[in-house]
Nanobody, 123 residues
């Protein structure tokens, strides 16, 4: 059983930056690809970014490509999401998730989820 705990959310002005962290425990971190999803009020959960087990491959939603960067630190069992040039459209609860096999873009393929962290971008 893998536990995921997100941190780093908060209130930021448009154009600003935040770095989200997701600490994993209870499993072998290197066995899992990691992803970030987000859900805004009244909307479905959507894919944001993912990184493979070895960190050799990264994946991004078109809406965040070039602004967000996903990375992982195996020594700390942590995955990060660096978010730059934030806009109001980025306001959402951000979730970290882990999976071993499947389609990185599909939330139903992920095995474990964190509780989420709120990101609010003010204009």
């Amino acid at each position: 059983q893998v536990q995921l705990v997100e941190s780093g959310g908060g209130l930021v002005q448009a154009g600003g930056s935040l770095r989200l962290s997701c600490a994993a425990s209870g499993g072998t971190f290197s066995n899992y690809a990691m992803g970030w999803f987000r859900q805004a009020p009244g909307k479905e959960r959507e894919f944001v970014a993912a990184i493979s087990q070895s960190a050799s491959r990264t994946y991004y939603a078109g809406s965040v490509k070039g602004r967000f960067t996903i990375s992982r630190d195996s020594a700390k069992n942590t995955v990060y999401l660096q978010m730059n040039s934030l806009t109001g459209d980025d306001t959402a609860v951000y979730y970290c998730a882990a999976f071993r096999n499947g389609n990185v873009y599909r939330p139903q393929d992920y095995n474990y989820w964190g509780q989420g962290t709120q990101v609010t971008v003010s204009s």
